[in-house]
T-cell receptor, first 109, second 116 residues
Framework: GQNIDQPTEMTATEGAIVQINCTYQ??????LFWYQQHAGEAPTFLSY??LDGLEEKGRFSSFLSRSKGYSYLLLKELQMKDSASYLC??????????WGAGTKLIIKP | GAVVSQHPSWVICKSGTSVKIECRSL??????MFWYRQFPKQSLMLMAT?????????EQGVEKDKFLINHASLTLSTLTVTSAHPEDSSFYIC????????????FGPGTRLTVT
C-alpha cells in the first residue's frame, strides 16, 4: 500500500527554526509537495521537489532524498502566523497526489 | 497565478435535500479537477477525479450516486451532494490541474457544508 508518515504535532518558539519530517512509500514517484493549511482554509502551495537536494525559498526550505523516501520542510525565523498544519504529499506514478495526515505546528511566543 | 474559486463558501441544508458546489478555474483551463473532503483534524481525502467531458473516477468507498460530479467545461466542475445526511457535513475542497505532467494543483478556498 501507499503510506506517508509525518509527525502529528510539533511545538516551536517564535524566532526559532523547526524541521518537519516526512517519509513515504508510494507506487512510483513524480515529486513531493509541501502545503500549508490554516484552520478552516484550503491548503496553499509551499514547495515541490522532484530531484534530490535542498530547495530554498525565503524562510522555507524543503529537502528530498528519493533513495531514502524522505523529505523535510525547514522553517526559519518562525512567526506566529506560521502556526498551521503542514501537509506532505507525493505524486505517484499515476500523477495522483497521496496525502500525509499533516503536522500541526504550534508556535509559542 | 492560477486562481480557483468555489461557490458557495458555506452552506447549511436540511437532511434529505441536495446541495450543489461549484468549482471554477478563473484564469486557466483545467484538464483535471479533483474533489476532496476533509473532516476536522484530518487530512484531505480524495473523493473523485474528473476530466472535462468524461465521467468522474471515484475513490473506493465514495458513492457515485450520492456525490454527483459534472465537469462540463475546462473551467467548471460541480459536485452535488444528493439526499444529504448529517454525516455528510464536512469541508469540501476542489483543486484544478493544468496538465497531466504538471504536478502542482491549485486549490479552491473550500466549501463548509453543514447538514441539519
Amino acid at each position: 500500500g501507499q503510506n506517508i508518515d509525518q509527525p502529528t504535532e510539533m511545538t516551536a518558539t517564535e524566532g526559532a527554526i523547526v524541521q518537519i519530517n516526512c517519509t513515504y512509500q508510494t507506487s512510483g514517484f513524480n515529486g513531493l509537495f509541501w502545503y500549508q493549511q490554516h484552520a478552516g482554509e484550503a491548503p496553499t502551495f509551499l514547495s515541490y521537489n522532484v530531484l534530490d537536494g535542498l530547495e530554498e525559498k525565503g524562510r522555507f526550505s524543503s529537502f528530498l532524498s528519493r533513495s531514502k523516501g524522505y523529505s523535510y520542510l525547514l522553517l526559519k525565523e518562525l512567526q506566529m502566523k506560521d502556526s498551521a498544519s503542514y501537509l506532505c504529499a507525493v505524486l505517484d506514478s499515476n500523477y495522483q497526489l497521496i496525502w500525509g495526515a499533516g503536522t500541526k505546528l504550534i508556535i509559542k511566543p | 497565478g492560477a486562481v480557483v474559486s468555489q461557490h458557495p463558501s458555506w452552506v447549511i441544508c436540511k437532511s434529505g435535500t441536495s446541495v450543489k458546489i461549484e468549482c471554477r478555474s478563473l484564469d486557466f483551463q483545467a484538464t483535471t479537477m479533483f474533489w476532496y473532503r476533509q473532516f476536522p483534524k484530518q487530512s484531505l481525502m480524495l473523493m473523485a477525479t474528473s476530466n472535462e467531458g468524461s465521467k468522474a473516477t471515484y475513490e473506493q468507498g465514495v458513492e457515485k450516486d450520492k456525490f454527483l460530479i459534472n465537469h462540463a467545461s475546462l473551467t467548471l466542475s460541480t459536485l452535488t451532494v444528493t439526499s444529504a445526511h448529517p454525516e455528510d457535513s464536512s469541508f469540501y475542497i476542489c483543486s484544478a490541474r493544468l496538465g497531466q505532467e504538471v504536478g502542482e494543483q491549485y486549490f479552491g478556498p473550500g466549501t463548509r457544508l453543514t447538514v441539519t
